[in-house]
């Protein structure tokens, strides 16, 4: 059974870079045809997907935040990231990491982290 | 503003049938399947419905899904006090290099 554990700051400053690990245990990450991906939820409020990547690495942004996210991989632990620079208030939210099967228009997010919940403020 | 188009609310009594529509384009719901999510408080979305009528394990008969052009609907019957909940359409949306897109969500009461 696949498990998925975010990790990362509790509290990030305004203006600063965010990095968030997923790590993943109950397989391998890079076997099998999997896209690993980064979704958020600011409290309250609708699910944000926020990009994937794929088994082989290649990677799918969200348009309105691709020019300040990089999802990457470390297949030697395990984990993969979330880095989200120039953070503002607007991102504050609950981040969660999550596993879809691998055909590109995969939207079937079978395995879910718990969540962590990221506050953005001096 | 979402892309995919859900009411805020629906509601219904113990044992009724309720449906929650999703309304999207030709980009998204037109040429890609819709999936359906669950998500109780404090937790994570649950899968409901993949590639627009499946079932993954564990869920119930009760849950099914429909797509017919640019809208999809999850239909609960034998509707119960555990259903109460958020619910979740998305697609894949072929646009800018293509990217997931989520309805804004629809809260279901169980009167």
């Known amino acids: 059974q696949v498990q998925l554990q975010e990790s990362g700051p509790g509290l990030v400053k305004p203006s600063q870079t965010l990095i968030l690990t997923c790590t993943v245990s109950g397989g391998s990450i890079n076997s099998g045809s999997y896209y690993w991906t980064w979704i958020r939820q600011p409290a309250g409020k609708g699910l944000e997907w926020i990009g994937r990547?794929?088994?082989?690495?290649?990677?799918n942004y969200n348009p309105s935040l691709k020019s300040r996210v990089t999802i990457s991989v470390n297949t030697s632990t395990n984990k993969f990231f979330l880095k989200m620079s120039s953070v503002t208030a607007a991102d504050t939210a609950v981040y969660y990491c999550?596993?879809?099967?691998?055909?590109?228009?995969?939207?079937?997010?079978?395995?879910w982290g718990q969540g962590i919940l990221v506050t953005v403020s001096s | 503003q979402s892309v995919l188009t859900q009411p805020p609310s629906a509601s219904g009594t113990p044992g009724q049938r309720v449906t929650i529509p999703c309304s999207g384009s030709s980009s998204n719901i037109g040429t890609n399947y819709v999936y359906w999510y669950q998500q109780l408080p404090g937790t994570p979305p649950k899968l409901l419905i993949y590639?627009?009528?499946q079932r993954p394990s564990g869920v119930p008969d009760r849950f099914s899904g429909s797509k017919s052009g640019t809208s999809a609907s999850l239909a609960i019957s034998g509707l119960r006090s555990e259903d109460e909940a958020d619910y979740y359409c998305?697609?894949?949306?072929?646009?800018?290099?293509?990217?997931?897109?989520f309805g804004g969500g629809t809260k279901l009461t169980v009167l």
């Open positions: 999550a596993r879809s099967r691998g055909y590109n228009t995969a939207v079937d997010f079978e395995y």
């Open positions: 998305a697609a894949w949306d072929d646009t800018l290099s293509g990217h997931v897109v």
């Open positions: 590639k627009n009528d």
């Open positions: 990547m794929y088994t082989s690495g290649s990677t």
